[in-house]
């Protein structure tokens, strides 16, 4: 069976980095579109960063240039690169691949960003 898992969270000092990994694994298709949501207590999903097949990507604005997600398609593993960290970015972070045959979750790994 398909398994996503997201590793790499944990408490942080704001302006401290972090690297967040998504680790697929039983694919017997490949994924096309790697992407990083986060949910913060008490508010909606929200889509932090993509990157398709290709190599394109695409952000949302309170992470632009400071977020960087990346992929290692021979490790199928998905990374998102978290610099200069703020409160804000405070959530539990999840890990979507998608494929042609469907959309595979990962159980998300959490990201506090706290003095």
């Known amino acids: 069976q398909v398994q996503v898992v997201e590793s790499g969270g944990g408490l942080m000092q704001p302006g401290r980095s972090l690297r967040l990994s998504c680790a697929v694994s039983g694919t017997v298709f490949p994924i096309n579109v790697g992407t990083w949501y986060r949910q913060a207590p008490g508010k909606q999903r929200e889509l932090v960063a993509e990157i398709a097949g290709d190599g394109t990507t695409k952000y949302t604005d309170s992470v632009k240039g400071r977020f960087t997600i990346s992929r290692d398609n021979a490790k199928n593993t998905f990374y998102l690169q978290m610099n200069s960290l703020k409160p804000e970015d405070t959530a539990v972070y999840y890990c979507?691949?998608?494929?042609?045959?469907?959309?595979?979750w990962g159980k998300g790994t959490l990201v506090t960003v706290s003095s």
């Open positions: 979507n691949a998608r494929s042609p045959w469907g959309d595979y």
